[in-house]
Nanobody
Framework: QVQLVESGGGLVQAGGSLRLSCAAS????????MGWFRQAPGKEREFVAA????????YYADSVKGRFTISRDNAKNTVYLQLNSLKPEDTGVYYC?????????????????WGQGTQVTVSS
């Protein structure tokens, strides 16, 4: 069992930056693939970024490529999402998720564990 706790969300102006963190419990964190997803009001959850267990492979949604960076620190059981050049359309609840297979994937169905989410609001 893995518990995930996100933090770092908040209200920021367009063009600003935030750094989200996701702290994981359990000894197997370093073997999990980790992903970030988001859900805007009235919209379906969408993939944002993912990182393989080793940190060597990352994937990004086209809408955030070049602006967001996913990283992980296995010694701290934490995955990060750096959000730069934020836009109002980036507003939503951001969730981190863990995939025990270790792979980085865009498919939310592959993730077994989810955090409670952290709100990101970008004002124009």
């Amino acid at each position: 069992q893995v518990q995930l706790v996100e933090s770092g969300g908040g209200l920021v102006q367009a063009g600003g930056s935030l750094r989200l963190s996701c702290a994981a419990s359990g000894r197997s964190f370093s073997s999990y693939g980790m992903g970030w997803f988001r859900q805007a009001p009235g919209k379906e959850r969408e993939f944002v970024a993912a990182i393989r267990w080793s940190g060597s492979i990352t994937y990004y949604a086209d809408s955030v490529k070049g602006r967001f960076t996913i990283s992980r620190d296995n010694a701290k059981n934490t995955v990060y999402l750096q959000l730069n050049s934020l836009k109002p359309e980036d507003t939503g609840v951001y969730y981190c998720a863990a995939d025990p297979s270790g792979w980085a994937t865009r498919d939310g169905a592959r993730y077994d564990y989810w955090g409670q989410g952290t709100q990101v609001t970008v004002s124009s």
